[in-house]
């Protein structure tokens, strides 16, 4: 295998594994206990990395670890009879942050998204391009909002498989027939750009999030 692939079908391997370990533990009788590791995961990770920004970048963890080790024993009954709530709000709230970040990019006095993204890999832009990258900055905006609706509406009101399969199995696929949708109209509409691989989208999408957090 390529080496330049290692990585993403490393990240792609561990996504799928999860997916497929949240949805076990979603259906099947009994699985409880992995249920709710798998839920409090996620969590302690972003703790344990909050930890570090703290300005005891050594003791921190330690401390955030202890007191994360306390917090699950004392609550790990009600975990187990939660987990796949916690799993919800995790989803649901992913989506809504990325609906946020990229609706409150179209705000005035804001650069949009995807128009930052794009000048970051063409440059200068046309008036026509401004236009176009802000009504697709809309456009991920409403389905970041309707992908996180959806997961709620489906935990509330259908079978928990239901929404166990959408939510493990169908929010990605979603995410990248959205892109190929956004590439294929963009291709009609300025058929004049220099085309951009997805390499390039994504160099950019971290080098703005390096920016952000520095």
């Known amino acids: 295998m390529n080496h330049r692939w290692l990585r993403p079908a490393l990240v792609a391997a561990g996504i799928l ?11 099947a009788p009994g699985a409880a206990p992995l ?6 995961a996620p969590l302690l990770i972003a703790w344990l990395l909050l930890a ?8 921190g963890p330690l401390l955030a670890l202890a007191a994360a080790a306390w917090l699950l024993m004392e609550s790990w009954s009600r975990i187990e009879h939660n987990f ?22 179209l705000l005035a006095g804001q650069t949009p998204l995807c128009t930052h993204w794009a000048t970051m ?5 046309s008036q026509a391009v ?23 509406l489906l935990y509330t009101l259908a079978p928990l498989r239901i929404w ?6 169908l ?10 949708i956004e590439y294929e109209l963009r291709r009609r509409r300025l058929p004049w750009m220099q085309r951009a691989s997805l390499a390039d989208t994504a160099r950019a999408y971290f080098a703005t999030s390096r920016g952000r957090t520095t």
């Not at 890999?121 to 832009?125: I, N």
Request: charged letters at 10%.
């Open 164 to 169: 166990s399969i959408f939510s493990n199995f």
């Open 35 to 40: 249920g709710a590791g798998l839920a409090v």
């Open 17 to 27: 594994t999860y997916a497929l370990a949240e949805h076990y533990a979603n259906t």
């Open 84 to 105: 796949s709530l916690m799993f919800m709000l995790q989803e649901a709230g992913v989506y809504l942050i990325l609906a946020f970040g990229f609706g409150r990019s």
């Open 121 to 125: 890999v063409h440059g200068p832009l």
């Open 171 to 180: 929010t990605l696929p979603l995410a990248a027939l959205m892109f190929a």
């Open 130 to 152: 401004l236009r176009y990258t802000r009504a697709v900055t809309l456009a991920w905006t409403l389905f970041f909002v309707g992908i996180s609706l959806t997961i709620v």
């Open 52 to 59: 570090r920004r703290t300005p005891w970048p050594r003791i």
